[in-house]
């Protein structure tokens, strides 16, 4: 069936680099992506969202950049600290604006070294 | 900042038993949510509700669990006779129908 999935379980990096968080989909139907921290032992923490009709959205540190094409999603974070570390998950759905269901990746694991 | 809360924290059953996890939205959203996560897994869709009804449901929730909204502030997850395969993170989460679901900081389910 459809899914999201990352490329990479574990990623670590070292404090101060830039990090890539890479993310693929295959629902063709997906039309709002959403970016997800999670620190052990919480919940899932909203990072930055982006809609299909963009293909690139930047935050506090963080950009999110969107190929269609691919169906590909990635997480730019910029001068990456050590509260960085965390598990990150993509999420899809097909429509932002009827509340519908997020569909979840696997999640990546970012450890920020110092 | 207003946030999703829900309680208990960590809820241990055995196994045959019923168990009932509360949640309190954030107060003006109109969608809320139950998800699970197994340990170490990725996070799983369970159920959405809005409008007093559920609007979606997954494979997962079958007739061993319900949700309902009891009064304006509080949203339940009930399973009615708990497997050992139940033992989870259960987060609520809720919308204002823009999208991103919220999430609450979850609470651990161990059956035993």
């Known amino acids: 069936g459809e899914s999201v999935g990352l490329h990479l379980p574990t990623l670590s990096v070292q404090e101060g680099d830039n990090s890539i968080i890479n993310c693929a989909y295959s629902n063709s139907a997906s039309d709002y992506f959403i970016w997800y921290k999670q620190e052990s032992g919480k919940g899932p923490q909203f990072i930055i969202d982006i809609r299909s009709n963009m293909d690139k959205r930047q935050g506090q540190r963080v950009t999110v950049l969107l190929n269609k094409t691919v169906k590909h999603l990635s997480l730019q974070i910029a001068a990456t600290q050590p509260g960085d570390s965390a598990v990150y998950f993509c999420a899809e759905t097909p429509f932002q604006n009827s509340g519908y269901a997020l569909n979840f990746g696997k999640g990546t694991s970012l450890l920020v070294t110092p | 900042e207003p946030e999703v809360t829900q309680t208990p924290s960590h809820q241990v059953t055995q196994m045959g038993q019923e168990v009932i996890l509360r949640c309190v939205p954030i107060?003006?959203?109109?969608?809320f949510y139950w998800y699970r996560q197994i340990l170490g897994q990725k996070v799983e869709f369970l159920v959405s509700?809005?409008?007093?009804?559920?609007?979606?449901k997954s494979e997962i929730f079958d007739d061993q669990f319900s949700v309902e909204r009891p009064d304006g502030s509080n949203f339940t997850l009930k399973i009615r006779s708990t497997k050992l395969e139940d033992s989870a993170m259960y987060f609520c989460a809720s919308s204002g129908g823009q999208g991103s679901n919220y999430f609450g900081p979850g609470t651990r389910l161990t059956v035993t």
């Open positions: 107060s003006n959203h109109l969608y």
């Open positions: 509700f809005y409008n007093n009804e559920i609007s979606e």
